[in-house]
């Protein structure tokens, strides 16, 4: 029953990226207007999505308890990836900025564009409270850790960058959270309206995916070896190891962590680069050629590699 529900739930995500990749070759979506959707998804449904969600979830000290295990496990997981990022940069002997992106991109994954929608169709309304605050913590470390990574040697400038932390989407989670604690719900109208725009959010996203991967010179992409060194660290190794050290501690500790935070951290691991990483570096100096590659390669593989992970946490839970 598990594997038919995976199974089901993939297939669904599949089609809607073919969808995407279908209006791109008939030119419905060309390269403007995915970009343009881009903006749409992450400035109007996204942002609709992640305040609304909390509205739709009872508080209790269980949650409160399991939130603040989300928040912390969120700061290790990405905090380990980057470790494994540096680790792997230096085994290899990357240089200067493909080393840098090579840990950026270790550090951060599609949380926002795959990471969401995937959560959403196997954890409901609870996985995304989780995801939520893995994109909360992710963003904030995005522009103050990953800043320095890019730019080594230079001086990080908070006052600089915390526009850039403080978008409209960590502005929802911080206000939909506040409001959770408060236990203050958010009036029907508003649900029915911002919130039913924000469900979009998931069919967008997977358009969005299919239109970007068909817009990308795939043969280039495919040649840059870096990349699939990268991709089996965040896809495959990093999810797996993450995995056995939340088994080693659920073996001692087995009512300590909640499953389903865990099994939220594992799959926001096991995510594609991030999108908006090819955006950052791009404003910071660096070659996007690389970090475009990582996107595309890693998300094309993460079609083989996203089942064995939820089966993985399936059979662990």
Known sequence: MAF?????QIAILTILVLIGLAASRAKVITSGSKDFLARIIFYVTL??????????IDLTPELLSSSLQALLLSLFVILFMLFIGWLT???AGLQSGSAA???LHS??????????????????????????????????????????VITPGKTFSLSGNIWKILNINTVAIITG??????SIKLPPLILDSVGALGSTTTFLSMIYIGSMLYYADGRRMLRNRNVYLLSLNRLLIVPFIIIGIFTFLNYFSP???????????????AMPCMVNVVIMVNIL??????????????????VITIPLILLSLRLIN
């Open 4 to 8: 038919g529900i995976v199974i089901r």
């Open 47 to 56: 942002p609709s999505m992640l305040l609304t969600n909390f509205s739709k």
């Open 89 to 91: 940069s230096k085994l």
């Open 101 to 103: 992106i090579f840990k």
């Open 107 to 148: 550090m951060l994954g599609n949380v926002i564009y795959l990471g969401l929608p995937l959560i959403s169709s196997q954890f409901g309304k609870e996985g995304l409270l989780y995801g939520s605050i893995f994109i909360l913590v992710s963003n904030i470390l995005m522009w103050t850790v990953g800043v320095a």
């Open 177 to 182: 959270f506040v409001l959770f604690l408060l």
């Open 255 to 269: 009512f300590l962590l909640k499953k389903e935070v865990l099994s939220v951290m594992v799959l926001e691991a």
């Open 285 to 302: 100096g660096e070659d996007d050629d690389i970090a475009t590659s990582n996107v595309f390669v890693s998300t094309v593989l993460s």
